[in-house]
């Protein structure tokens, strides 16, 4: 019997968990270790900050579905990792520390035989000097208790304008190498969606604020599409909505500090400015959660595991922007000094960004991180369960699986407002995530009979349609597999 | 200079009949892409 053990329970982590119950059942140990007691379905946080959903709409106890399946769930942050056992433990194993109120403080050691660490990003305001939500005038959508903060905050700004007031509003990234710009352009197009409901549009100024280097980059370096009939860029489509929906935007700009009402930031062209707002909503930059390794003599190892975030079958080698490959993306997500060791999801240290790094004139790094939410987490989860699955079944024989995001596809809905008669989204479709460029030369990267867009009404019912059915995916009801993820 | 929304564009967007048919192509489109499956990289 094998002991698999999961950390966190955010998309990757509760997939992994799903998957392993499914095709191990209860011949082996699954244990969840995880701080959240309930899961949230993140990509609706959007409509709960701008007051069309509420957080009971989108989250939900584990503790009921692990108990139904003999899941064991530990309430608990991951602290340390002990691959090799020490001198009385001959088992690896990681430490944690309970969070919740009886035992907190309190540490418990959890060996495994398999480990998959899906611990997720650190949203890390604390990289940007002042960008803390709840204060400076700031929100954030990153949570689903955030995003009811940020409607709680946009209710009250909508009933000043209400009286006559006229206010700004900046929504974008609030750091020079934050990712996460689809879920920010939603939040922006919503609030200008809801502000027209509300019949306030016009006391409101918008800005997008971003450290992409033009419009529609979002982390995965543009790229062209099909959309309309015709082959189209990302930026051309961004640039469409900005254009009709009245909204100013800034780009190459990396935000490096936050005072009450004003954010500064720096622009690819060395300058220092400055924007003012009476609301904001600013995606932090993402990190790992410092997590210490030591091997069985006690010796720190966290180099051998931690890049940032953990080292997966990546190749890290420094190269230049013109020498990147699709073949430096990981394809099994197995760490490769201990091989019962995986990270999928956002856990994983990419090899390096998928845009194209751009330095400003003063030398400040301003670009996207690489984004590896939502689906490629999904699927890079379901890859790491089939290895596991594999080498729990065959040992030494096992052939591992391999699901690179340079031969992967996705599709992305992203609201650009609620409503079922008068909402709207952009539906996406890319393949592969990260572009080949030599393999589709001619394309940006990408297979352009699958990578189109569409913008309208059905692409907000395919959105709503997604949140219940990934809700009762991960509740695990009868045939949830079916749906993919 | 952005490109705009067309008045055609725009009656197409929020038009349900049309935008009933685009979210049966959308549903089939995405399956038909996350259906293709992943794979490796490296020979």
Same mark, same amino acid.
């Given at each position: 019997?094998? @002991?698999?053990v999961v950390l966190?329970a955010?998309?990757?982590g509760h997939?992994?968990i799903?998957?392993?119950? &499914? ?7 699954i244990v969840m270790v995880s ?27 584990l503790?009921? *579905?692990y108990?139904?399946?003999?899941i064991k769930h530990i ?12 001198? /009385? ?12 109120? /009886? &035992? ?50 946009? /209710? ?7 009286? %006559? ?11 020079? +190498? ?8 939603? !939040? ?107 091997? &069985?003599?006690?010796?720190? *190892? ?13 190749? !890290?080698? $420094? ?37 194209? $790094? ?12 690489? $984004? ?29 699986? @391999? ?5 992967? %596809? ?44 569409? !913008? ?16 009762? +995916? ?12 | ?43």
């Open positions: 019997m094998a @002991k698999i966190g955010g998309v990757s997939t992994a799903s998957y392993l119950h &499914k095709e191990l059942g209860k011949e082996h140990e701080p959240n007691k309930n899961y949230q379905w993140i990509p609706s946080n959007i409509w709960i900050g701008v007051g069309r959903m509420t957080p009971k709409q989108t989250v939900f106890p503790e009921p *579905i108990k139904k399946r003999g309430i608990a942050k991951a602290v340390s990792f002990h691959p090799e056992g020490n001198e /009385d433990e001959k088992m690896p194993y990681i430490i944690a520390e309970y969070v919740s109120e /009886d &035992k907190k403080g309190q540490r418990v050691k959890v060996t495994y035989d398999y480990l998959i660490n899906a611990t997720g990003p650190k949203l890390n305001f604390s990289a940007t000097e002042g960008l803390l939500p709840g204060t400076n005038k700031t929100v954030s959508v990153c949570t689903y208790d955030h995003a009811q903060h940020a409607w709680k905050e946009l /209710d009250a700004l909508i009933q000043r304008m209400k009286k %006559g007031e006229h206010v700004k509003i900046l929504v974008g990234t609030g750091h020079a +190498k934050a990712t996460c710009q689809g879920a920010a352009f939603e !939040y922006i197009l919503n609030i200008e969606h809801e502000l027209n409901q509300h019949k306030v549009r016009d006391k409101a100024t918008i800005t997008w604020i971003s450290n992409e280097y033009e419009l529609g980059d979002f982390g995965i370096d543009g790229g062209l599409m099909k959309a309309w009939g015709k082959v189209i860029s990302n930026k051309d489509i961004a640039e469409m909505l900005f254009e009709d929906r009245n909204v100013n935007y800034i780009t190459g700009a990396g935000v490096y500090k936050i005072e009450d009402g004003v954010a500064h930031y720096e622009n690819l062209e060395g300058e220092y400015k400055q924007e003012n707002f009476d609301f904001a909503m600013l995606i932090p930059a993402f990190s790992g959660h410092g997590f210490e390794a030591f091997d &069985k003599h006690g010796n720190d *190892i966290t180099d051998k595991l931690f890049k940032g975030f953990m080292i997966v079958d990546a190749d !890290y080698t $420094p190269k230049p922007y013109e020498e990147w490959t699709v073949q430096d993306w990981p394809e099994t997500y197995q760490n490769p000094s201990y091989p019962n060791i995986f990270a999928p999801g956002i856990a994983f240290a990419p090899p390096h960004t998928i845009s194209k $790094p751009r330095k400003s004139k003063n030398g400040t790094p301003i670009f996207p991180a690489p $984004p590896r939410t939502g689906m490629p987490s999904g699927i890079s989860a379901k890859v790491v369960v089939d290895n596991v699955v594999e080498l729990v079944k065959n040992g030494k024989n096992a052939k591992l699986h @391999k699901g690179s995001m340079g031969n992967m %596809g996705a599709a992305c809905v992203a609201s650009t407002g609620f409503g079922l008669g008068n909402g709207s989204a952009i539906s996406m479709t890319v393949n592969p995530i990260v572009p080949d460029y030599k393999k589709y030369p001619d394309t940006g990267g990408r297979i352009l009979s699958d990578t189109i867009g569409d !913008y309208g009404l059905a692409g907000h019912w395919v959105k709503l349609s997604l949140h219940y059915m990934f809700i009762y +995916k991960a509740k695990m009801k009868p045939f949830w597999w079916l749906i993919p993820e | 200079m952005a490109q705009k929304i067309t008045k055609w564009q725009r009656f197409m967007i929020k038009n349900w009949i049309i935008q009933f048919f685009r979210f049966i192509y959308l549903n089939i489109k995405i399956l038909m892409v996350v259906a293709k499956g992943h794979g490796g990289t490296r020979v």
